[in-house]
């Protein structure tokens, strides 16, 4: 293809966006970061995040995450698994991802109601004999909605990978012997693995940064490293600490995505045909 | 493969009654006369006349709409071009590098888009505001249009454009004529993804927006902070309906194109 002359031209606002969108506010991030209030360049950010308060924050940012993926995980793989043996599977699917189109905020604020004191939940608990519960700007709640706006997003992938799944592998499996145990643990499980990852990444690294969601449903209880972040830009207006805390939030990213993608290539080949 | 029995049923029922309880139970509550989203007391539109009346919302609608449109438009178009440059990269590493800062704003977390898009705009000059909010949708939509339409280009078959240069086909007539109609699907899809992205994103906006700009998802945001207000259900139930428009819009052209269902939203 000899479209030389022709390609700088078409290049050139793509470039730019790279250089000014992608590269710059990175750079920009890690430069603030080296600053305190005054404008003095310093590494005493640094230093603070590794004093407890930071590192309790960071530890229970982590924390929630690892509860908001894990339950993702654990509600989304048989809701996936039961998909794919639908009739009209991906008109399920579909009604399963339409929910995620509306809008999370819309989303967050029904929780208020639901979960609020005189909301249908605290009814039923209260027909039930249990009684009223201060649900809302609960570690519970909070997890609860996470786990709701996050869910279709995990139920994408591993549908996607256990749709691919060949059925003859498990038809095999079964006639060698193997229980409906075994079957997942030693074929299913392994071959959806990647879609698995897939959706650990595109839950965890948000679930790590969400401030929206803890402000109006936590009662700002629970602070991830995002309403750090958002905290120290927009009300304290510490820019340095808070572009301090997005480094180490990037590093997070990076290492996830190291961890999620990783193995991809050894564990795509196995029992594929090749 | 099997068919379902019982329980597997009962559990698709479940998560499906749980996804959608939310969102009903507000469109639900639209309709109360009485002030909140506890008693029912009796059937009223006034929530919905509410939201109409109010300017200030009104005009904040049309903000958002205006700046999906906007900026899916722009997007699409520097994604598109972007999508052909990466398509003729020759060198192996530089276009796995440039695809890996594509994907960059992808995976970002939408904290930090919004906290570095706003230390840019403010060492640059850009006021925030409309034009803050225009922009960073823009950069955000980018790289989704890119990775839509990428793998349309890469299904076309490269003796398509030496065909075309054969029979006399300029460069321009090439990109014009015959890469961008096979890709159209891809850009539709991009364009599609992109103004969903814009019409949903909370975090980057709440960043770059001043005083005087808001949009939609920052106007509820902030009105919940304030408390419940059936004015929110009302719209709540506009926009459901809204994105179902949408989403079957959409349902259309993926089904037409055989492309995947829509990628990962943050």
Redesign the interface.
Known sequence: ?N?K???PL??V???A??I???????A??VY?SFFDLAGNFTIDNYKNFFTSVYLKLTISSFWYAFLITLFSLL?AY??AY?????KHK?L???????????????????????F?L???IN?LLEVMGIGEQQILFTDFSFVFVSV?IF???MI??IF?ALDKLN?ALIDASRDLGANAWTTFRRVIWPLTINGVKSGI??VF??A??L??IT??IAGNKVIT??TA??QQ??VTQN?GM??TI?VF??LF?FII?LITNGKEKGASNNGKTK | ????SKL??I??AV??I??????F??IF?SFNSGG????FESFTLEHYAAVFEDTRLLVILINTIVVALLSALIST???V??A??IL?MRNKAMRNA?LS??N??I??????????????FT?IGVKLGFASVLISHI??S?PIV?IMVLPKLQEMS?SL??AALDLGAT??D??TRVIIPFIKPGILAGFFLAL?YS??D??VT??VTGNGFST??VE??SM??AG?TLT?NA??GL??LV??V??IGY?MISRKTKS???G???
């Open positions: 293809m479209n002359p022709l390609r078409y290049s606002p793509y470039a966006w790279i000014l969108f992608v590269i710059a506010p990175i920009l991030i603030y509600f048989p809701t039961f998909l794919t043996k639908t991906q399920w699917l579909l009604l399963i991802i339409i929910p995620s189109w509306i809008n999370l905020l819309l989303k967050t604020y029904a929780f208020i109601g639901l609020g005189y909301g249908p009814a709701y869910i279709p997003f994408l992938p996607n059925p990444q595109v690294i948000p790590l940064s401030f929206m402000r109006l490293l995002g972040i958002e830009f927009l820019w808070g572009s997005a939030l990037i990213m995505m | 493969m099997a068919k379902l597997p049923k559990y698709l998560v499906f749980i996804l959608y309880a939310p969102i139970y507000l509550y909140g989203m506890s008693n178009a520097i994604g071009l972007g052909v440059a003729f440039v800062l594509n960059i704003l995976v970002s977390p939408d904290v930090i888009i919004g906290a570095s898009f706003l230390i840019l060492l950069a955000f980018i890119v490269p454009i030496d460069k321009r090439v990109l969903t019409l949903d909370f975090a709440f960043f939609l998802s509820i945001y919940a902070r419940i929110i719209l709540s926009i459901f994105t179902v949408l989403v349902y995947p269902l829509a990962v939203r943050k």
